[in-house]
């Protein structure tokens, strides 16, 4: 059964599980922010330790495959070392993983902040959504909000 169920998880089979994995959690992330589902399901370990799972058991393909560990450290000579990199499917997945997993941390963190400065949990829905799209660029805009929330500008937090 389990030499099934790892013939079943290719890297194809494996990104879309992933991809309609952390759907629930973003969900209850725009949708539900105030819930005690949200605080103890959502915002807490729990998607990271999954996320961490689904990334040990790609690292574990990968090596049973002789992947090039060390090659992945040519990502810092250049931009066309990168390119290359991402032409291999396990990297590919184990960054998006990465991705995935530091975007849904980032919406968790939107969300408990905002609760800090009881912003309206209807001004969330655009950064949420934005983070977990483009990371970066929803907690930007998240930032623009808090400041009229909190009245001041904090560059640490």
Request: hydrophobic share 50%; glycine share 4%.
């Amino acid at each position: 059964m389990i030499e099934q169920i790892y013939n079943y998880l290719t890297i194809e089979t494996f990104y879309y599980w992933v991809n309609f994995g952390v759907l629930p959690f973003w969900i209850i992330l725009i949708f539900f922010p105030q819930s005690q589902l949200c605080k103890y399901f959502t915002t807490s370990v729990f998607p990271i330790f999954i996320l961490s799972i689904a990334y040990i058991f790609i690292l574990y393909k990968s090596f049973l495959n002789s992947y090039d560990f060390i090659g992945n450290f040519n990502l810092y000579i250049g931009i066309d070392n990168l390119s290359e990199l991402f032409t291999d499917k396990n990297f590919l997945m184990m960054f998006w993983i990465h991705f995935i997993s530091i975007n849904l941390f980032t919406g968790g963190w939107i969300v408990k902040d905002s609760q800090k400065f009881s912003i309206n949990k209807m001004l969330l829905i655009a950064p949420l959504m934005i983070t977990y799209l483009i990371g970066p660029l929803g907690l930007f805009i998240y930032w623009l909000i808090r400041i009229f929330y909190s009245k001041s500008i904090n560059l640490y937090d």
